[in-house]
């Protein structure tokens, strides 16, 4: 069974930053890849998603200006960093793969990735 894993959660005070790796599978082609947020009692959210031909990146808004991410294709290794942290950033992050093209306003939308890590909890708090 191909796996992702995500690394880099933690616990954070408000204002911090944790950058968050995503080792990818490698074993198919992905058109693009993303992160996902998901708090308890919310459904999983569209965080950030990345292009991987072009590296064009898109991101939902309440994280614009401050989370970025970034891939290395040399590592299939997938990144995100994130700064000036909010407790409404709280929740469990997942990154995950579409092998399939599809338009690109649906890239923040989950039914688009077929394989997905099994999550990485980043907590933010005073």
């Known amino acids: 069974q191909v796996q992702l894993v995500e690394s880099g959660g933690g616990s954070v005070q408000p204002g911090g930053s944790l950058r968050l790796s995503c080792a990818t599978s490698?074993?198919?082609?992905?058109?693009?890849l993303g992160w996902f947020r998901q708090a308890p009692g919310k459904e999983r959210e569209g965080v950030a998603a990345i292009v991987t031909d072009d590296g064009a990146t898109y991101y939902t808004d309440s994280v614009k200006g401050r989370f970025t991410i970034s891939q290395d294709n040399a590592k299939k290794t997938l990144y995100l960093q994130m700064n000036s942290l909010k407790p409404e950033d709280t929740a469990k992050y997942y990154c995950?793969?579409?092998?399939?093209?599809?338009?690109?306003?649906?890239?923040?939308?989950?039914?688009?990735?077929?394989?997905w890590g099994q999550g990485t909890q980043v907590t933010v708090s005073s």
């Open positions: 490698g074993y198919t082609y992905n058109f693009y």
């Open positions: 995950a793969e579409a092998s399939q093209k599809a338009y690109r306003w649906l890239l923040l939308r989950a039914e688009t990735y077929d394989r």
